[in-house]
T-cell receptor, first 114, second 113 residues
Framework: SQTIHQWPATLVQPVGSPLSLECTVE??????LYWYRQAAGRGLQLLFY??????ISSEVPQNLSASRPQDRQFILSSKKLLLSDSGFYLC?????????????FGPGTRLTVL | GDSVTQMEGPVTLSEEAFLTINCTYT??????LFWYVQYPGEGLQLLLK?????DKGSNKGFEATYRKETTSFHLEKGSVQVSDSAVYFC????????????FGKGTSLLVTP
């Protein structure tokens, strides 16, 4: 069966510090991968998605970036965090070329920027 | 563009009450529709889905029917339990929306004993 991991689970960072959040998927190959952000009291916002190694599409312009160095690894980064980057970050995967795009989510990382 | 509108919460119910959470959508073509549930402090779990008109998705006592004529996908459960307390998200995958899922803002449900 497939599982998706995210770490760290929680993170408190000062404004201006760098960020690296990691997501890995097990039990499947060549998945589509996604990064979402869930701000307090709001819905989910798709930040990035990837359909293959080294292929990243950005949905929202911001000071975040994403990378996919391996087939089942997806990393969310920032060089300098802003207060507005606080939120709950969710990684998800889906089967490639699945037209229904049923997505499966990880446990999330709660980021607080102070 | 595609969008999903959910009823605003929070919704508070007593145990064994009937639950309805309304969801309507706007989309071109024939979207796929999903309900996700998020328990406190956790990620989202797929609760049920429907991929074509008149399909009924069901899981754990929850049901939702894809109604194209009313562009709705309301979530129902006949008898809620305290353990159903969570945030519920309606989501849509449009036929022309690439890889994105469009999520509603979520509806918080609290079930009291």
């Amino acid at each position: 069966s497939q599982t998706i991991h995210q770490w760290p689970a929680t993170l408190v960072q000062p404004v201006g510090s760098p960020l690296s959040l990691e997501c890995t998927v097990e039990g499947t190959s060549n998945p589509n991968l996604y990064w979402y952000r869930q701000a307090a009291g709001r819905g989910l916002q798709l930040l990035f998605y990837s359909v293959g190694i080294g292929q990243i599409s950005s949905e929202v312009p911001q000071n975040l970036s994403a990378s996919r160095p391996q087939d089942r690894q997806f990393i969310l980064s920032s060089k300098k965090l802003l207060l507005s980057d606080s939120g709950f970050y969710l990684c998800a995967w889906s089967v490639n070329r699945n037209s229904y795009n049923e997505q499966f989510f990880g446990p999330g990382t709660r980021l607080t920027v102070l | 563009g595609d969008s999903v509108t959910q009823m605003e919460g929070p919704v508070t119910l007593s145990e064994e009450a009937f639950l309805t959470i309304n969801c309507t959508y706007t989309a071109t073509g024939y979207p796929s529709l999903f309900w996700y549930v998020q328990y406190p402090g956790e990620g989202l779990q797929l609760l049920l889905k429907a991929t074509k008109a008149d399909d009924k998705g069901s899981n754990k006592g929850f049901e939702a029917t894809y109604r194209k004529e009313t562009t709705s996908f309301h979530l129902e459960k006949g008898s809620v339990q305290v353990s159903d307390s969570a945030v519920y998200f309606c989501a849509l995958k449009g036929s022309n929306s690439g890889y994105a899922l469009n999520f509603g803002k979520g509806t918080s449900l609290l079930v009291t004993p």
